[in-house]
């Protein structure tokens, strides 16, 4: 072990204790070493020094690795120096942050914006600050983990509804508004991110707008992905200006990292004053402004590697469907495989990393059981050549397994 050394009876108890509790992770099969990439993040990655087809990234455009985004990132570090040394409300803006939160708003069109250091932060920072004793929270069973933990933050009562069921929705907002209520927001995910299926955002904003509810959406999946020069789901459902909160990273399609919300001024001024992770913790470095920025520009520049996006994944589903898989709910490149049991679907895994395809296995808690999968996500920058092989490999393992 690196820098192994003599520790106190204090750290080894310590350890002895978590070692139970892996323990218990090793004995259900969900003990999961890292997987090191020796590659940039690209359409083949290298592991273990093998060369695979990647269908596990989040890198839709390829954007993570475009000439543009890196000069940009380059001339950045260069110029303004490699961090800020501060957070965003003592000394940490620059006038990148102020430039990026510009060109986001203008791009989502709406009034203002705020980026925060990760998507993750921005849900748990907005939902967190926006919502208090006497609020309600009406929110999609399934909608992503840091939207579950920044409503864990709120002392604000929460309702569940029933995955995408506008109806039930609207039993969790006449339910929230005949208790009187100050404030109450309907929260979802634009496209979600195991099943990659879209939210029924136009039903939901409208049955929210006859109770007098705002919407948050959070577009992690669909920026860069859905509406013209992917804008998201309130450009792909004509809702602009009908939806108060437009969350989304910048660490995904965008290829960098961070998130923000695109909203009213006044949300903007609340968050400045009142959101933790922007309060507290410091800004991201000029490098990574400059080359968020730089994607807005590529973005904003045309629609031909969101199209070439969108004709690779009709490719690889139809590849898939026609040997027989089961694709789920999927509307979107989120591609799930459906294995049902998860050892099933971490064979499956297993027997396409033999054969060059790098795809993951993802079972209970992040899946229901008997849901388990394998999760592919096609980008723009995937060859013919490389979504064909990754088809070889799906059949001959698919057949194995008998999934096909
Ligand atoms: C990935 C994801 C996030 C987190 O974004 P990061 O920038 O990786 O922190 C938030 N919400 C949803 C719906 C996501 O899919």
Not at 234 to 248: E, K, P, S, W
Not at 369 to 381: D, E, K, L
Request: aromatic residues 4%; proline residues 3%.
């Amino acid at each position: 072990m690196i820098g192994e050394r003599a520790t106190s009876k204090a750290v080894q108890a310590l350890d002895a204790s978590l070692q139970e509790d892996l323990e218990a992770l090793r004995s259900d099969g969900l003990f999961r070493p890292l997987r090191v990439l020796e590659s940039a993040q690209g359409p083949e990655v290298v592991i273990n020094g093998r060369p695979l087809v990647s269908l596990s990234s989040n890198n839709y455009l390829g954007l993570n690795t475009h000439p543009r985004l890196v000069g940009a990132a380059e001339r950045a570090a260069v110029e303004w120096g490699a961090g800020t040394g501060a957070v965003r409300t003592i000394a940490g803006t620059q006038t990148l942050h102020e430039e990026l939160e510009r060109r986001l708003a203008q791009f989502k069109r709406t009034e203002a914006a705020l980026t925060f250091q990760s998507g993750y932060t921005v849900n748990v920072g907005v939902l967190g600050s926006m919502l208090d004793k006497g609020d309600c929270v009406v929110s999609d069973k399934l909608n992503h983990a840091s939207i579950i933990d920044g409503i864990r933050l709120t002392k604000a009562d929460r309702i569940l509804y029933e995955h995408v069921d506008v109806d039930d929705a609207e039993r969790a907002l006449s339910e929230a508004r005949a208790k009187g209520y100050r404030r109450v927001l309907l929260v979802t995910d634009g496209v979600f991110s195991m099943d990659g299926d879209i939210a029924p955002l136009k039903d939901l904003v409208e049955r929210a707008e006859k109770y007098d509810a705002a919407v948050m959406v959070d577009d992690a999946h669909a920026t860069g992905v859905l509406g013209s020069n992917g804008r998201g789901t309130t450009d792909h459902f004509g809702l602009h200006g009908r939806v108060a909160l437009n969350i989304g990273t910048l660490s995904k399609a965008v290829g960098v990292v961070g998130g923000y919300v695109c909203a009213s001024q006044a949300v903007r001024d609340h968050l400045i004053h009142k959101a933790r992770p922007f309060l507290f913790s410091s800004s991201h470095p000029p490098s990574v402004v400059a080359a968020c920025i730089a994607a807005v520009d590529v973005l904003e520049s045309g629609q031909e590697l969101i199209d070439q996006l969108w004709a690779n994944t009709r490719h690889f589903k139809e590849g898939l469907r026609s040997l027989g898989f089961d694709l789920g709910r999927s509307e979107t490149p989120i591609t799930p495989v459906m294995c049902g049991e998860a050892p099933v679907a971490m064979q499956l895994s297993d027997l396409l990393l033999k054969r060059g395809v790098f795809a993951q296995g993802i079972g209970f808690p992040t899946v229901p059981r008997g849901q388990a999968r394998v999760r592919t996500i096609v980008t723009a920058t995937h060859t013919r050549e490389q979504l064909d092989r990754a088809l070889e490999a799906f059949a001959d393992a698919g057949a194995k397994l008998g999934l096909r």
